[in-house]
């Protein structure tokens, strides 16, 4: 899921011009479970920003429950028909999700004006109901079957893929002592697992091509294509 | 050839030294600490930036003891380049005269005085030594030839005191296998413990140069002990130092590190002075501890 969490009031009304009419626009999949963009903080939105004198002339956040903002079809669908009478009068949007979010709005309205609700700040795990945290950075090269499933590009500070730093102290993060050192974790996860020589083993430096910006995958049949500047990489599932 | 490479490949005792850059444009101080240890060392570490602290860099202070006949062990971090710099940075230092590489990854930035720069960490410090082996090899990381290859003499860091210790010998056998040539250790204050990881390691067949932080302060210790991984000042050592009067902490400081220096000597194959600025003390514990 993409964590977002939502900008301050002052800075959001800071995009505004006078009189501006904004539509306000959720997301009932990640935005709702980081309490950023669901239904009750979009409707509280509208409500905050109408108190402090900007026209706000609707907000949605697209159905069905659970549905993602960045399902273009159905975003499309909803803004243009069920919210068309309120959409059109609107000058602009203000998304309340992540910046796929913010993208696949601007498709839906085909190319309307928009505004950041939000800053998108990680893909993370819901632990519980309310704390989310990162597992993974989306790096496009997995390597965590030889680090017992836990990320080191994530779950290090410097990202170290060979072992830990001389900088942890009590198990700790030499950047911040409340965190735990990533490979720490990855010793005592491997040791207990009985599998310690995997940490042996060089890996070699990431393919950062995997990791460029902006990549794309595309599905068709039994095939999935990942484009990178890494080139374009095809998996078949048919063996 | 690296006069230390020379020392050590046949199993003599070695002392190297170090010097920080300053943060400025003027190198003379340095310059000056690095002549203190001209006749104490065989080669002098150049820190990189040293605690994620801008300075003038290691590569340009290298070259200059190099101009002065003076060994340098350029140290080379990966928080601040990725493989096309450091790659480049290591055939500048052969350009230059540098032999001695000291692979690192480097203090985070988090640490030092520009929080808000990108971390680069393209390589760690095992790839970073097996790219500067591959070098020497006559290639580059993406298997491409070099029109003439340089010879470096490769090393790397250890910390004995690390708690647990096991991934630290773990990640010092890949080290080895990258191509470090010899390791210099965090600073060492009990020799019992670096004793028991000496053991552990001995099996490696690597030279192993202790590092000794002069200490200055029983403060200093607090504060290390305190906030720096794997280093650990018993309280007897505070004692004698938070004993001494302010006006004898620089024989005390002597006294202390040229003890230290004979307890580890005959574990090892060096040891590593960091003096902090007490440069001058140097000549004074090479000579109180027969280490040379």
Redesign the interface.
Known sequence: MHATIQKPIDEIIGYLEPGEKVFIVGCDNCAAKCHSGGEPETEEMAERLKKKGVNVVGWCVPQPKGISLCKLSNTKKVLQEEYGEETKQADSFLILACGQGIHTVMDATDGEMVHPGCDTIFGGETVTDDFITEFCSLCGDCIVEDTGGLCPVTLCAKSLLNGPCGGAKDGKCEVDRTRDCGWQLIYDRLKALGKLDKMEKYVPPKNNSRWSRPRSLTMAGKEATFRSLAGDCTISRQD | MSKLREKLESGKFVVTGEIGPPKGANIDVCLHDAEILRDYTTAINVTDLQSAVLRIGSLAVSSKLVERHLEPIYQLT??DRN?LALQSDLLSAWALGIENVLCL????P??GDHTEAK?V???????LL?AASTLNQGHD?SGHELDSSPGFFLGA???PG???L???I??M??KI??GAKFFQT?AIYEPDKFESFIKQVERFNVPVIAGIVILKSAAMARFMND????ITVPENIIGEMSETPKEDRKKKAVEITARIIRQVRPLCQGVHIMPLGWDELVPDIIKESEAQ
Do not use: L
Not at chain 2, 105 to 108: E, K, L, Q, Y
Not at chain 2, 121 to 127: A, G, L, N, P, T
């Open positions: 990966c928080r493989r990854t480097g203090d985070h988090i640490m971390p960490y393209d390589f760690d410090s095992v790839q097996k990381v860091v250890v910390t690390a708690e647990p096991e991934p630290q773990i990640k056998k890949k296998e990258a965090q906030n720096v991984a794997g």
